[in-house]
């Protein structure tokens, strides 16, 4: 760890972590800092011609974000409106294996 964080060491800080990738390594830093590891959970809004293009993204609290090229991905906003529901749906499954407060993060890889 770096200098930088080494300085937050038994002052009981917050990790947050995207889940995926950043969980793991977050739970690392939270042990290695003495603090607590939360996930700050969201979600792709993909667009309507693929799953792989994203047109924006959303919180588990409904907060979104859309990209400003929208309207030229031919993705009209019934469907994002829809895929903003199933993300928050599946944020809130995602939610209980996580836990209020990461408990479980560490063994969650993905």
Do not use: F
Request: hydrophobic share 45%; net charge positive; aromatic share 6%.
């Amino acid at each position: 760890m770096t200098r930088r964080l080494l300085a937050w060491r038994g002052r009981n800080p917050l990790v947050l972590a995207i889940p995926r990738g950043a969980v793991p390594m977050g739970r690392i830093m939270a042990d290695g800092l003495g603090g607590q590891l939360d996930v700050v959970m969201v979600r792709k809004l993909p667009s309507a011609v693929g799953p792989e293009l994203a047109v924006g993204a959303v919180d588990e609290h409904g907060n979104r974000e859309l990209a400003p090229w929208l309207h030229r991905s031919h993705t009209g906003m019934e469907w994002v409106e829809q895929q903003t529901v199933a993300q928050i749906e599946l944020m809130r499954r995602l939610r209980t294996i996580y836990g209020p407060s990461g408990r479980r993060a560490a063994s969650c890889w993905w």
